[in-house]
Nanobody, 123 residues
């Protein structure tokens, strides 16, 4: 069982940066691949980025490549999403998720979810 708690969201202006954190409970955090998803109002929850259990492999959607960086610190049971050059299109609730096995873009493949943190980017 893994419990996830996101933090770091907020209201920023276009061009600003934010770093989201996702703290996980449980001793098996390092065995899980982790993902970040986001859901804008009236839209489906979309994949943003994922990272392998040891941090060696990452995947991003095209719209955030070069702007967002996913990373993890298994000693701290935490996964991060560094977001730079934010745009209003990045406005959404951001969720972290954990899954046994490798990385995935499919939300249905993740076993555990946090409650989300709101990111609002004003123009």
């Amino acid at each position: 069982q893994v419990q996830l708690v996101e933090s770091g969201g907020g209201l920023v202006q276009a061009g600003d940066s934010l770093r989201l954190s996702c703290a996980a409970s449980g001793r098996t955090f390092s065995s899980y691949a982790m993902g970040w998803f986001r859901q804008a109002p009236g839209k489906e929850r979309d994949f943003v980025a994922s990272i392998s259990w040891n941090g060696d492999l990452t995947t991003y959607i095209d719209s955030v490549k070069g702007r967002f960086t996913i990373s993890r610190d298994n000693a701290k049971n935490t996964v991060y999403l560094q977001m730079n050059s934010l745009t209003p299109e990045d406005t959404a609730v951001y969720y972290c998720a954990a899954r046994s096995g490798g990385r995935s873009r499919g939300s249905y493949e993740y076993n555990y979810w946090g409650q989300g943190t709101q990111v609002t980017v004003s123009s």
